[in-house]
């Protein structure tokens, strides 16, 4: 085995029927697996201008090429779909097991199309995949339908499962797909496509062997990272508070210095994603008050409430992925803390921390707790919830939404009870909720009255927890990446932190800099952002995960593994062409979609303009257009953003065709 099956199965929901492509080795060098394989796939099979949330859509369910080879933290599941709220290309991605068991199955990804006209789930094994009625787990959370379906399927071998909550079968735009009893796939209204299906869930249950063609190779560089990452902890001393005043230094300082990402490891294994929340707010990462404020007003007493050490002793258990040897997951007992209404909960992501923190003025993590299994039981994005609830508060504070819009409810900074009150609606689809279940695009839109100023979203999507003024190239990506408002394609944080030019021949170095150098629309700055691109897809092909990957080169190395599975014979700078392969095909997929992708820039706000007037991003403004069209020129794309004739010849993807460019052409 060269890692990946050869196969990918489909189902038509309308039909009721599913059979097995195969699919030729070719397409894999080309394409690598994960959204690599969906991009080519979906690029061929959803007709232009289909309806995201109509019977031509294809929901795409893939595993990483390296998953199941050996291979450490290989493990995330990727959905890739035509997105309903950014009418272009859509992804999403997820840890937990079910990136395995698409394997086991003897499939490299699941490609769902049509649209069933009762509800129904799909069971699979290696031996036959069958749809099943699902009206009785319809109305059911994700939670409560995973616990159902494995009560009903858990014969020999624990089965894998995906399902969506209410928020999907409502078909909020802006739901996501749950497994592992919370985990979620969130973005790019992914759940709303399956809700659309009338798909509730999807059971695997295989047993198919999974392996790479050099096993031993690949087990000795899983050990090597292995070991790196055992021997990095953190001693005992080391306090939340500690970390959070790295972040002030950090923020004061007027130079970026160049780390080696090996040291975030320990911080993951001790408290997750959140144990950054005080350090992103300090360094002023976090947005604040949708996007208008700044550390001064979300002041220390703030910050001191999202101190992760108050999670690490709720933390019953550490949680795992798939083959991961880091575990930033964990479950955490809470009841007696919400309100009684839960009793366990996933410990709540840096994203949704910060939604329900820095970004809506919140200062209270136990109340943080509550939303976060509450949208994770209900499939709702916390980050895109978030940027709904900091636009309703903002709005109700500038007169242009009132008591009478939000059903009495009186919106302010800060007051959690409210807020919770308003994201119950948005899952029922009741009153307001109904008006901004899809989305604070679409939110604002349906209220108007100048409301659409305060709307921070990107082409339809709402951005991360992560300030494009700390971060320009996050900038670049918030407005043009294939699915815009995405954090995790690039940034120059995790461009330092990977230290590409150590293995690929084009990326520039980054050592230490000044943090102004950052700000100028330089060749420089362009090739660090289509690197980081390019190597995102890779990794994403691979079923590798962002935070071993910020590790960086040196450490986590993908291309040695890849080659290690495949014997394809190829360089760092081979895969970094597909990684440009695999994006471009994206890029011709939005275009064939119609869509402009000039269309998606951020909010000036976002970019700094005006600047902010106090903190640490005090004065900066990014350059945003420049630096858009800097990047479009290094990745062969004209100034529209539509890639040239030459560019696809020298990529091998001549014969795919876009729509009409939008754009300067
Ligand atoms: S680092 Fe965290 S998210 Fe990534 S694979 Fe490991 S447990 Fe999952």
């Given at each position: 085995m060269k890692g990946y099956t050869g196969k990918i199965l489909w189902v038509d929901l309308s039909e009721e029927k599913t059979w097995v492509e195969e699919i030729p080795e070719r397409i894999y060098t080309a394409y690598l697996s994960g959204t690599g394989l969906a991009s080519y796939i979906l690029y061929r099979e959803i007709p232009a201008g289909a309806d995201p949330l109509g019977p031509e859509n294809v929901l795409a369910f893939v595993s990483g090429l390296l998953t199941g080879t050996g291979a450490v933290v290989m493990g995330r599941w990727m959905v890739a779909t035509k997105s309903p709220l950014t009418g272009g290309w859509g992804d999403s991605n997820c840890g937990g097991t079910f990136s395995p068991a698409i394997k086991q199955c003897g499939y490299d990804g699941i490609f769902v199309k049509g649209q069933a006209s009762r509800p129904l789930y799909l069971l699979a094994d290696h031996r036959e995949a069958r749809l099943m009625p699902a009206k009785d787990l319809w109305g059911l959370d994700a939670i409560e339908t995973e616990e159902s379906l494995m009560k009903r399927h858990w014969e020999k071998k624990k089965p894998s499962v995906v399902s969506i909550g209410q928020a999907g079968e409502r078909v909020s735009l802006i739901s996501g797909i749950v497994n592992d009893g919370g985990r979620i796939a969130a973005r790019s209204g992914v759940g709303a496509v399956m809700g659309s299906k009338k798909l509730k869930a999807v059971v695997l249950k295989g047993i198919l062997p999974m392996g790479g063609q050099d096993p031993a190779a690949i087990h000795a560089l899983s050990r090597e990272f292995s070991d790196k990452i055992r021997r990095y902890s953190l001693p005992g001393l080391i306090k939340g508070s500690h970390v959070a005043l790295g972040g002030r230094l950090l923020g004061l300082s007027p130079f970026n210095p160049s780390l080696d990402g090996l040291m975030f490891m320990p911080l993951m294994k001790k408290w997750g994603t959140s144990g950054t929340n005080g350090m992103a707010a300090n360094m002023g990462d976090s947005p604040v008050k949708n996007w208008s404020g700044s550390i001064k007003d979300y002041s220390r007493p703030y910050v001191a409430a999202v101190n992760p050490d108050h999670i690490a002793k709720l933390e019953v258990r550490k949680y795992h992925c798939y083959?991961?040897?880091?575990?930033c997951g964990g479950i955490c007992r809470i009841d007696g803390k919400?309100?009684?209404?839960?009793?366990y909960s996933h410990k709540p992501e840096y994203e949704t921390v910060s939604s329900f923190s820095s970004l809506v003025m919140g200062k209270d993590l136990d109340a943080v707790y509550e939303i976060n299994e509450m949208l994770n039981r209900a499939g709702m994005d916390t980050i895109s919830a978030g940027h709904v609830s900091a636009w309703a508060i903002e709005s109700f504070e500038k007169g242009l939404i009132t008591t009478e819009d939000t059903d009495g409810l009186v919106l302010e900074w800060g007051n959690l009870d409210t807020i919770k009150a308003l994201l119950e609606k948005m899952i029922r689809r009741e009153g307001i909720g109904d008006l901004l279940a899809d989305g604070v695009k679409l939110g604002s839109e349906r209220i108007g009255r100048g409301s659409q100023a305060l709307a921070m979203h990107c082409g339809g999507q709402e951005p991360a927890m992560h300030d494009s003024r700390l971060d320009p190239i996050l900038g670049v990506i918030y407005s043009v990446d294939t699915t815009p408002g995405r954090h995790t394609t690039g940034s120059s944080l995790y461009y330092g932190l990977t230290k590409l030019w150590e293995r690929v021949s084009w990326a520039p170095r980054a050592g230490w800099h000044s943090k102004n150098s950052q700000y100028k629309a330089s060749r420089e700055e362009a090739l660090k952002t289509l690197a980081s691109v390019a190597y995102k897809q890779v990794v994403d092909g691979a079923g590798g995960c962002l935070f071993a990957m910020i590790s960086g080169v040196q450490h986590y190395k993908v291309f040695d593994w890849l080659e290690a599975a495949t014997g394809w014979g190829f360089s760092p700078d081979d895969y970094m062409h597909i990684g440009r392969r695999i994006s471009t095909t994206k890029q011709l997929f939005n275009i064939k979609q119609g869509i402009n992708p000039l269309a998606s820039k951020m909010p000036d706000r976002m970019a700094g303009l005006p600047p902010l007037t106090q903190g640490p991003l005090k004065g900066r403004t990014v350059p945003v257009e420049e630096m858009i069209a800097n990047y479009f020129e290094v990745a062969g794309w004209d100034r529209g953003g539509c890639p040239k004739a030459k560019t696809l010849e020298a990529l091998g993807i001549d014969s795919l065709k876009g729509g009409e460019c939008h754009g300067q052409g």
């Open positions: 083959s991961c040897v880091i575990g919400t309100g009684g209404r839960y009793t």
